[in-house]
């Protein structure tokens, strides 16, 4: 198990480091010069070729890789080039408002959707099964910036219940959570009616059944826990939909988050802060697969990794 | 209000007022350049100054012969904010009584003081120090922090004495003496504004911001700046510059504390100590900055207590917020979402002119728009009422000259009225034959309706018998870099200025064909001669006749499709006046306040 984890967190070098590649290649081959942007319409020619040497622009790219890789080795992520504020204090705070909202949004979806899940699963083909089902269909084809807009209309200009834009209280948190939840909320609940009501067919749920055990007890301690598997592989893949989807969430409610911030970083070409962002999203990826993976064993006793 | 009503009033008393504290206000010819800058809708637009080549000798000396008769300033100082001639003072008053922006009427009557006010913006800050970053709104945000010595007074076109009581310009153009007003006038962190501090705050402009889009303003224009006396110092120009006052009056040049710029160096903006009303509370970072009233300002009321700044990306959460009264303010509100605030009870719409122009560059380099006829005929075939009506939905105007009203020195042309006949007996005299191919390249979210006016303009080429396409780029960077391939025949570009110069002798100067913004490669050595006269003169009226002769040339030549002259959308809470969009897109909420 040990050697196993140290071999997967060893992996995730080589994962990072192409990725970093990536980023760095369809950066600098995208059209568009942050020069020319930072200078303006009207600077001249001189003046823009000025703040590419500022930036280090001018070197050839294999230059500029190794540069910023020898940076990245001492834990330097450069600088933004429109603020000149260090990258990781421009990521900081905005990556923190984003995993707010996304735990929040995870927190609401595992648990609402699982009750869904499990209420569905009991009660196969009933009118309550039929009507979540229909519900997380709904859940799963609604766009979030569309929920997003209709939730403000309603609860924030009609209602006045909730605020529609920005950070701050508890109150701030109720509708981009439910936005960002919905999509998750709905996968969790369909995953785990599904898987549940595959467990509760076999044979040794009949078995727990005959000993005399009460159903919840069944349920829980036994059907549930091996229902968990695929439930967990696809809270850990939504971790990854959850920080994507956050984009669209983050610009309807205003929320000062990474991924809005990351979508304006691109259009300025603000290089920096992208390739960090980036990074930074995709470490998060996939640690939090990992982690998913190594819960699994957990979980269930008979997966053994070697 | 009506928003002409309130402009004739403060302009009225702005006049007065002039006269009043500035006993010897001269007026010269007005050769301020602001700003030229294409961007839009997203709030983008760089304030950064274009023409830094075309200096103009004009203000420097006829302000020395000025002397000042009240006759003379009379006239001047009363620019009217749709045209006429719009006038920088060049000599400031040599009263000790800089104006309280009341008493220039920058303020209306009946604003009380105290409350907070919430503004949301859809761009985040870029940066709290002037010398950094010069796009519309975070200088919107700033010009709360800090003050120029010379404050423009942008919807009036009129510079005011400020921090500087007055100013005097040498024979050759190329002295600017500034001298500080009487007061004290403290920093936010307690230090005294004195000429080194003035000094300083140049210096840093010139060596450490050389290279940012501030310094660009500056650097090949001013060379030095030395202390005269405690009272006065001495601006040094590398050569003759008009434009240079107006520059004077941008944010990019507002005086910076001393002692901060030794405390925090780099970290200026993180701090941003100026001398303005309101001081720098808090900043989070895409979130919201909060400031708060400055007790010991140095000029006059201040309204609020506390202003918030909330950044607000999406469009419909802006409105939303002026709606439900969690913001008192939305910037940049596009035209589909205006008409749902004007039906608010607790808001309603700002309009502003600005000097936005929208239009279509033509590739004269080839068939068919190489032929003045087929230029013409497009100019005919658009419907360009339609495009105001239906895509602005009425928030803007057909244009009528190569610059926008608002500019100086416009002059109005005759209208190329909505024709198909016409345009397409033009087409066959150009020998345009029907079913020609044409590209149509457009941005996406840029300019307000940029796309959807592309398409329609799509349409009505084929009207005409073209065969068009429209290719779209969504991201703007990758389309200022196609931009100077211009592999198309039309592509819609927005510009702004309300300077005659930079708004004629950019885009359409034979010095930059095929380069931006010119990339159509307009040429037309007769406008190019004229334009450069008109830079030369020192005469008002032969400015204004070289001005007008070369527009004329041009809209004869219809080197593009002029589009509209879009008006800026701001939502306003009706508990709150005098918040506008000044004729460079900033947004302006320093003067205002919550109605008494």
């Known amino acids: 198990m040990l050697a196993y984890t140290l071999r997967r967190i060893v992996m995730l070098v080589p994962i990072l480091f192409g990725v970093s590649v990536l980023v760095f290649m369809m950066l600098h081959l995208t059209p568009g010069d942050p020069a020319r942007l930072i200078a303006g319409p009207t600077a001249t020619p001189e003046q823009v070729d000025e703040i590419r040497t500022m930036l280090g622009l001018d070197q050839p790219l294999y230059q500029q890789y190794y540069d910023y890789m020898v940076r990245l080795a001492h834990g330097d992520l450069g600088h933004s080039v429109i603020t000149h504020d260090a990258v990781t204090s421009e990521l900081a705070p905005r990556f923190i408002a984003t995993v707010q909202l996304s735990g929040a949004a995870m927190l609401v979806a595992v648990v609402v959707g699982m009750t869904f899940g499990i209420i569905s699963a009991t009660r196969q083909y009933s009118i309550v099964d039929n009507i979540l089902s229909v519900l997380a269909l709904l859940g799963l084809s609604t766009p979030a910036y569309w929920l997003g807009l209709m939730l403000i209309l309603l609860f924030s200009l009609h209602f006045g219940w909730f605020p529609a834009a920005g950070s701050g209280g508890l109150s701030h948190f109720v509708l981009p959570t439910l936005t960002l939840s919905m999509f998750a909320m709905a996968t969790v609940a369909r995953m785990t009616r599904g898987s549940l009501l595959d467990v509760l067919n076999q044979d040794y749920v009949q078995a727990a059944r005959a000993k005399g055990l009460s159903e919840s007890f069944v349920l829980i301690r036994h059907a549930l826990k091996n229902a968990l598997i695929p439930v967990m592989t696809v809270v850990g893949l939504q971790v990854g939909q959850l920080l994507s989807g956050a984009v669209l969430t983050e610009t309807v409610f205003s929320w000062p988050g990474i991924g809005r911030f990351l979508v304006d970083s691109i259009e300025a070409r603000d290089f920096p802060i992208v390739q960090g962002g980036v990074l930074l999203t995709a470490a998060v990826f996939v640690i939090v697969n990992l982690i998913v993976d190594l819960l699994y064993g957990i979980v269930d006793p008979r997966i053994r990794y070697s | ?596």
Request: aromatic content about 10%.
């Open chain 2, 1 to 596: 209000m009506d928003p002409n009503t309130y402009l004739r009033q403060a302009h009225t008393i702005s006049r007065r007022t002039l006269l009043r504290i500035g006993g010897s206000l001269a007026l010269a010819t007005p050769a301020a350049a602001l700003l030229a800058a294409c961007g839009g809708s997203s709030n983008k637009t760089a304030t950064s100054a274009g023409a830094s080549t075309s200096a103009s000798q004009s203000t420097a000396a006829s302000t020395q012969s000025s002397s000042a008769s009240p006759s003379a300033s009379s006239g001047a100082p009363g620019a009217s904010p749709t045209g006429g001639t719009p006038s920088a003072s060049s000599s400031g008053s040599s009263s000790a009584n800089v104006a309280s922006p009341k008493d220039v009427g920058m303020v209306p009557e009946g604003v009380k003081p105290g409350g907070t006010l919430t503004v949301a913006i859809g761009t985040d800050v870029s940066s709290f120090e002037p010398q950094q970053t010069t796009e519309t709104s975070s200088t919107g945000v700033r010009i709360n922090l800090y003050d120029p010595l010379v404050w423009i007074e942008n919807q009036k076109w009129v510079v005011v004495p400020w921090l500087a009581s007055k100013w005097d310009i040498s024979e050759d153009g190329k002295t600017y003496t500034f001298t500080l007003i009487d007061k004290e006038v403290k920093f936010h962190d307690g230090t005294t504004l004195t000429t080194d501090a003035v000094k300083k705050t140049f210096d840093r402009l010139l060596t450490e911001n050389k290279a940012t889009a501030a310094g660009i303003n500056f650097v090949g224009v001013l060379n030095t700046v030395d202390v005269v006396d405690d009272k006065n110092v001495k601006f040094t120009l590398a050569t003759p510059f008009a434009p240079f006052l107006t520059r004077m009056c941008y944010n990019s040049a507002a005086i910076m504390s001393p002692d901060a710029i030794d405390k925090y160096g780099k970290n200026y903006g993180d701090h941003a100590i100026g001398t303005g009303p309101y001081k720098f509370v808090e900043y989070r970072k895409g979130d919201h900055a909060t400031f708060e009233k400055n007790p010991d300002y140095w000029n006059g009321d201040v309204y609020y207590d506390k202003m918030i700044y909330k950044i607000v990306p999406e469009d419909a959460s802006r409105s939303t917020l002026v709606q439900t009264g969690e913001a008192q303010v939305a910037d940049r509100i596009p035209p589909v979402l205006a008409k749902a605030l004007e039906g608010n009870n607790e808001a309603g719409i700002k309009i502003d002119k600005t000097s936005r122009y929208v239009f279509m560059l033509l590739n004269t380099t080839r068939a068919p728009f190489s032929d003045v006829k087929a230029r013409q005929a497009a100019n005919y075939g658009v419907n360009k009422k339609s495009l105001v009506d239906n895509i602005l939905k009425g928030y803007g105007e057909v244009p009528d000259a190569p610059i926008p009203s608002v500019a100086q020195y416009y002059k109005q042309q005759e209208q190329y009225t909505y024709d198909v006949d016409k345009a397409k007996s033009l087409l066959q005299e150009a020998g345009v034959k029907p079913g020609t191919p044409l590209t149509i390249w457009t941005p996406q979210g840029r300019y307000v309706g940029d796309k959807d006016i592309a398409t329609a303009v799509q349409g009505m080429m084929k009207d005409l018998g073209f065969d068009p396409q429209v290719q779209v780029f969504g991201d703007f960077p990758t389309y200022l870099n196609q931009l100077d391939k211009f592999d198309c025949d039309m592509a819609i570009l927005g510009w702004v200025s309300p300077d005659p110069d930079v708004g004629l002798n950019n885009v359409y100067a034979g010095k930059l064909a095929g380069k931006f913004p010119n990339e159509g490669s307009y040429k037309n050595p007769k406008v190019d001669e004229l334009l450069q006269k008109a830079v030369e003169s020192t005469s008002d009226a032969e400015r204004t006749d070289l001005y007008g002769q070369a527009q004329t040339l041009i809209w004869q030549d219809a080197p593009v499709v002029w589009l509209d002259w879009q008006q800026n959308l701001t939502g306003l809470s009706k508990k709150v006046v005098n918040v506008y969009d000044d004729l460079q897109e900033v947004l302006v909420v320093r003067f205002s306040g919550y109605k008494a």
